[in-house]
């Protein structure tokens, strides 16, 4: 079974080669790397609530002003 950080540096490496390559545009590289991060569940639900919390405080700071 892989480690999930190995899994982890081997998807950002993925992500990274699409982008430099430029063969896809950066943002659908980006969506796909996170699908990716999704659905082989890398990120623990602790990390999810971290960045879902940060991606609010984000929203609500560039919502407001």
Known sequence: RVS????????????YA???SE???????????ASVV??????DQQAQKLIAQTFATVNQRLSSG
């Not at 999704?38 to 990120?43: K, S």
Request: aromatic share 4%; no cysteine; charged share 10%.
């Open 18 to 20: 699409l982008i430099v």
């Open 23 to 33: 063969r896809v545009h950066r943002t659908l590289a980006a969506l796909l790397g």
């Open 4 to 15: 999930p950080a190995a899994l982890a540096v081997v998807i950002f490496l993925g992500v």
């Open 38 to 43: 999704l659905l082989t569940r890398v990120l």
